[in-house]
């Protein structure tokens, strides 16, 4: 009998920034989520592993408050979540999250350098101010000599780490990444994993890290395995 | 849709029984990985390769061979002459020079036209396949479907060790040289075939394991 099996009341560790407990999510008769438990601290890498469709993308989401979960809470830096209106969970994704998916998350209209602006022009930043702290990021994510280009126009690897840029530009407290090197070649993949982590480390952001690759995996500071979606602290199983 | 696997016991039939010695997962630290390399590589060939930059003394040689290959399990001396003595004698090397002071470290030795075409065949050669580590967990994991176990506890556990060991190397990557990044890389990439085939087995045989009431 697997222990996830048997939803540990264990509570998490003080000091959490962002803490589930129980998340349940039924998609029709899909249990995406069945009893799952998550927590991370501020300048912490958690992976998130499992088997495809076992739930690992529907709680990152829940995390994100992108999706409300039927059930359970979820807390923010003390704050419940589930208590906040739309508006309120939204404003709180803009200001201290930032998100890294697999791919097709660019502007295809903007320039990279436009896009990696975008979400301080979102929140109300002068263009100006905008470009220059964006390039910024660009310059140590190790691409702005692609800032005036397209994302059609780059490579999948340039693309990617122009969106890792964008992620980290409002300087979030929580990155959530979604297969962040799904679509690229190890070289390319542990690249961006090493721009990532270390970014991440340097401003102390927590990392919500989702990946079936070991060798991305191994950029966190602990995994939890999610399957059937139930979650399985690696760590606390032990 | 959560991906489903097609049941089929072309897996179990598909792994050979081991042929290979037990090699624990502990083994795979830098340290211990890096002469398990080095085991498996022809030390005349690697010196001679080392002399196509140049003619080197034979202290020299043990010098470089050790920073590059040798990490905490460095040639003996003794292993240096003897092997410098037979590419002597079979001409692929020839003596450039020897240092006041006598002693077989203060020769210098050149590599010779044949030693260039010896390398050459050597590193066009390719190496036979061998798998490395699959008997222990090929083992375990069939004895997990045999007894009715939880193929995916097992396949938790061991990632949950296997990344223990990966974050130590990626980390090491991190801070390291060059050769350091190569050994840990090629370390990394092992670790990880290990954990796709679990992964693979796992789904696969619990089905399996169903199926066959076991
Ligand atoms: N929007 C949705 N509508 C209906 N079902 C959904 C939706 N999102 C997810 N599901 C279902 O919920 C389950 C979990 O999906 P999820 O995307 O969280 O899996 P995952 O672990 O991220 O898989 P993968 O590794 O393939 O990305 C799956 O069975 C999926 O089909
Ligand atoms: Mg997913």
Redesign the pocket.
Known sequence: MSPATEPTARPAPAGSLLVADDLHKA??A?D?LAGANFSIHAGEVVAVM??????????LHCLAGIVPPDSGTLTYNGRDLGAMSDGERSALRRSEFGFVFQFGQLVPELTCLENVALPLRLSGARRKEAERTALGWMERLEVHDVAGQRPGEVSGGQGQRVAVARSLVTGPRVLFA??PTGALDSLNGERVMELLTEAARATNAAVVL?T?EARVAAYSDREIV?RD?RSRDMERAV | ???RLRLSSWLVAQFPAPLWGDHPIRSYTPQVYTPCIVRRMSIPHTLLGLLESGPRHGYDLKKTFDERFGHDKPLHYGQVYSTMSRLLKNGLVEVDGVEAGGGPERKRYAITEAGITDVRTWLATPEKPEPYLTSTLYTKVVLALLTGRDAADLLDTQRAEHLRMMRILTDRKRTGDLADQLICDHALFHLEADLRWLELAAARLDKLGKAVGA
């Open positions: 998609y029709g899909t995406a499992g088997p495809s469709g076992s739930g690992k993308s529907t709680l979604d297969e989702v079936h999610v979606g | 849709m959560q991906m």
